[in-house]
């Protein structure tokens, strides 16, 4: 915490602030180690103070080394306004993506006597990007939890059984495993429905024939996984295993650019243009990839729009798809480490076709 606590000195200095409060989940978590619901960072160039309630101040103690534990009655307000002028904060940086307009109009209410408030324009995340070696950890670890999961649920599916029910299976397991959380709402889709993204698990029964596509992921230690693989329940079609085919072959070119010094857009257009010439541009439409780590989405983007240089240790996924409205969708996705000379893929599960 003392190094994360140095490099956002440096940020709020460069942008000419003396001061710091966050309180998203992430960032809380990242700055001060504290893994509970409820607190409030406030970082000057010299103290560290840590705001939070009874419920939370034993915890906080625990956690937060290095920073002054404060506990807020109510209006938690006056407590960070207070904070703030004991630590003489002139200039205070704010997480302007994440605090409410409401929380922001009362404590600049508070304090505009003493103390201006600019926006911190994610600069916090910034320093999240490039994994420190027990961020590293946590995340191949998410990633092997996943990775047992697949194998378990490849055990489980069968005509008959739900979506909803897959994605059950899919968090008791790994829950079982040591897993604290869902990364996300898992994606179970299939049938028509493997051609949405983003389809959430429904009551609708999984059939013969069906494309089925499973993306989901874990939280291990506050990190979080994230898998995507697409199989057929039963005998695979020479459509669907065309499609399938391609949307591989595109994962596969990919991920042979994903390294330090590349850009994020360079290494979407590989497999973007293998999808386009293959005649599915269309079928396309977001991006090959994000970062993962406390949040399941994060920079870097591997996109069209993606102008960041790729570094060493960053962890992003690599997911191209083909979605086709009336006749369903393939997506593959692996969680990687971007590495000086190559990827470091961290999931195990196979990638060719599965059919059960």
Known sequence: MT??????????????????????PENLRYLSGFTGST???????????????FRYTEQASEQCKGFEIIKNESPLVDYLSNTIKKYKIKRLAFEDNFMTVEFYEKLREKIKDTTE???????AEEIRIIKDDDELENIKKAAEIADLAFSHILNYIKPGIKEKDIALELEYFMKKHGSSNNSFEFIIASGHRSSMPHGVATDKKINNGDLLTLDYGCVYN????????????????????????IVLKAQKEALLHIRAGVLGKEV?????????????????????????GLAIHEEPRLSPAGNRILEENMVVTNEPGIYIPGFGGVRIEDLIVVG????IVLNRSPKELIEL
């Open 39 to 53: 607190g409030y960072v406030i970082i000057s160039e010299k103290e560290a103070g840590f705001v939070t309630d």
């Open 222 to 245: 506050g990190y979080c996984s994230d898998m995507t693989r697409t199989i057929v329940v039963g005998k695979a079609t020479d459509e669907q295993r065309k499609i399938y085919n």
């Open 340 to 343: 000086k000379e190559g990827p």
């Open 268 to 292: 979407d257009k590989i497999a973007r243009d293998i999808i386009a010439e293959a005649g599915y541009g269309d079928n396309f439409g977001h991006g090959l990839g994000h970062g993962v």
């Open 117 to 123: 408030i600019i926006p911190l324009k994610e600069k």
């Open 3 to 24: 190094k994360r606590i140095a490099r956002i000195r440096e940020i709020i200095k460069n942008i000419n602030a003396d001061g710091i409060i966050a309180y998203s």
